[in-house]
């Protein structure tokens, strides 16, 4: 079975602080995402990485940037947390290129910022 | 206009009810279609995809319309375990493997 964990369910920080949401995968996936997800919006796309070291920016990149450094491991930062960054962040894994395969998703980290 | 439109429900149905869901997308070049799921409190996880012929798994059927540019998902014989948000999923041809989601519709199956 694939699977995908992320660091924490809960995390609770405040304005302006540096955050990490880490996530790993075990099944050698080449391609990782982060996405947030909002009440009625949906899951958006926030960065991805296809390769080690590779990034490339999803539909809403502001405020957030991503680390690659071994293939198991996707790391998204927020620089300085802001308010409207509460939500929750989800991390997904998939193997290949050609757009078919299952994305399998990470538990979610449900972020509050205060 | 959103790239993929649902109805947020919720619909709530009786057990042994059919019921059905539509999705609507904006990206005629759109070349992949997914439907998933996702529980209350967890991670999406893959429903089934859906072809252009329509297919079926068990009690679920999906289907595309690429001339009105909507999807479908019907689901017979509804269960109390179908409870759930069935999120609609596209990927536009341009965007390589990149998902698009919709808000998703809430089921609720009551006995």
């Known amino acids: 079975d694939v699977k995908v964990t992320q660091s924490s369910r809960y995390l609770v920080k405040r304005t302006g602080e540096k955050v990490f949401l880490e996530c790993v995968q075990d099944?050698?996936?080449?391609?990782m995402f982060w996405y947030r997800q909002d009440p009625g919006l949906g899951l958006r796309l926030i960065y991805f990485?296809?390769?080690?070291?590779?990034?490339e920016k999803g539909d809403i990149p502001e405020g957030y940037s991503v680390s690659r450094e071994k293939k198991e491991r996707f790391s998204l930062i927020l620089e300085s947390a802001s308010t409207n960054q509460t939500s929750m962040y989800l991390c997904?894994?998939?193997?290949?290129?050609?757009?078919?395969?299952?994305?399998?998703f990470g538990p979610g980290t449900r972020l509050l910022v205060l | 206009r959103k790239e993929v439109e649902q109805d947020p429900g919720p619909f709530n149905v009786p057990e042994g009810a059919t019921v059905a869901f539509n999705c609507t997308y904006s990206?005629?070049?759109?070349?992949?279609f997914f439907w998933y799921r996702q529980d209350c409190r967890k991670e999406p996880k893959l429903l089934m995809s859906?072809?252009?012929s329509g297919n079926e798994d068990g009690r679920f059927t999906a289907q595309l319309n690429r001339a009105s540019q909507y999807i479908s998902l019907l689901i017979r014989d509804s269960k109390l375990s179908d409870s759930a948000t069935y999120l609609c999923?596209?990927?536009?041809?341009?965007?390589?493997?990149?998902?698009?989601f919709g808000a998703g519709t809430i089921l609720r199956v009551k006995s």
């Open positions: 997904a894994s998939s193997s290949g290129q050609s757009g078919q395969e299952t994305q399998y």
């Open positions: 990485s296809y390769d080690v070291k590779m990034k």
């Open positions: 859906v072809y252009s």
């Open positions: 990206n005629s070049a759109s070349q992949s």
């Open positions: 099944m050698d996936h080449e391609n």
């Open positions: 999923v596209v990927i536009p041809m341009e965007y390589g493997n990149k998902l698009v």
